[in-house]
């Protein structure tokens, strides 16, 4: 029996003295090393927090381009029950009500687009809406789908799928662009500096491609979408040396434009259109 607990309290005392193997334990394990790899780029978004408050700043965005088609002069009952569910939502997100936000922000999505959709309708039929400028909020709303567009966190290394983060983004612009009457949209892909040039166009025109295929799949029509290839001619920043700075260079840039813009004429879109012909031709 003595010797049983002489071996019990060595092994003990052995345990407790060892040092852990590299990486499998230690105060150091505490605290995460940057830059954040994509993973923990999307884990850090996905707080509920982050989630609620980007899906309530958009369907405000969303409810002041109905407003600024005065839909208060047809459907002011509709308007009033959207502002106050806004209002409600609000409060919820002061208090750091998250679930109860998050719940509310899904009706008050759906509650949105049907009321989009009738209010198109009885447009069409009565002609209620006053002619007004809708300048100012168009120009907001052309603003806020270049900076979902342009987000950041797009692309993991080498991968041409768009990360869960970014589908989000793509998914708000798209929701906001279906709104809009006369749009085009330039989709420039990027890569970082890691690769041959070649593999990198190609790499980059397949991630533009990408993103116009989502925004199709949510709904926007992709006939006046144009998809061009950089590859890592344009670096986000000066110096991507950085695994942080060569992230923030994979990447699709949009840029939004009228429907009836002449930006084919321009020197550089026409470059841009050559280099993506000839990668296409690559491909056959």
């Known amino acids: 029996m003595k010797a049983r607990i002489v071996i019990f309290i060595f092994m003990f005392l052995g345990g407790c003295a060892s040092w852990p193997d590299e990486g499998q334990g230690g105060l150091a ?3 995460q090393n940057y830059p954040l790899d994509d993973q923990q780029l999307d884990e850090t978004f996905n707080q509920p927090e982050s ?3 980007s899906e309530f700043e958009h369907l405000e965005l969303k409810l002041e381009l109905l407003k600024s088609q005065d839909i208060n002069a047809c459907m002011p009952a509709q308007l009033l029950k959207a502002q106050i569910y806004e209002n409600r939502i609000s409060r919820l997100i002061a208090a750091q009500m998250w ?5 509310d922000l899904l009706i008050h999505y759906h509650g949105l687009n049907q009321l989009a959709n009738h209010f198109d309708t009885v447009r069409k039929l009565t002609n209620c809406a006053a002619s007004i400028d809708e300048q100012p909020v168009l120009v907001n709303v052309k603003k806020q789908i270049a900076e979902l567009l342009n987000s950041d966190n797009q692309f993991a290394f080498n991968a041409f799928e768009i990360t869960p983060k970014y589908s989000v983004r793509v998914a708000q612009a798209a929701d906001l662009i279906k709104q809009l009457e006369s749009i085009s949209i330039l989709l420039i892909g990027h890569t970082d500096s ?3 040039k070649n593999s990198n166009y190609e790499l980059a025109l397949k991630r533009a ?3 116009k295929h989502w925004l199709g799949v949510y709904g926007v029509p992709t006939y006046n979408i144009t998809t061009l290839t950089q590859g890592s001619l344009k670096p986000f920043s000066e110096s991507s040396q950085s695994e942080q700075k060569r992230h923030s260079d994979r990447r699709v840039e949009a840029i939004i434009l009228d429907a009836n813009a002449q930006s084919e004429n321009s020197k550089q879109v026409k470059s841009l259109m050559n280099w993506t012909k000839i990668i296409e031709k690559k491909k056959e």
Request: glycine share 6%.
């Open 194 to 196: 890691v690769g041959s």
């Open 209 to 211: 491609d990408t993103v």
């Open 99 to 103: 679930e109860d936000a998050e719940h």
């Open 51 to 53: 989630i609620v408050r």
């Open 29 to 31: 394990e505490k605290y």
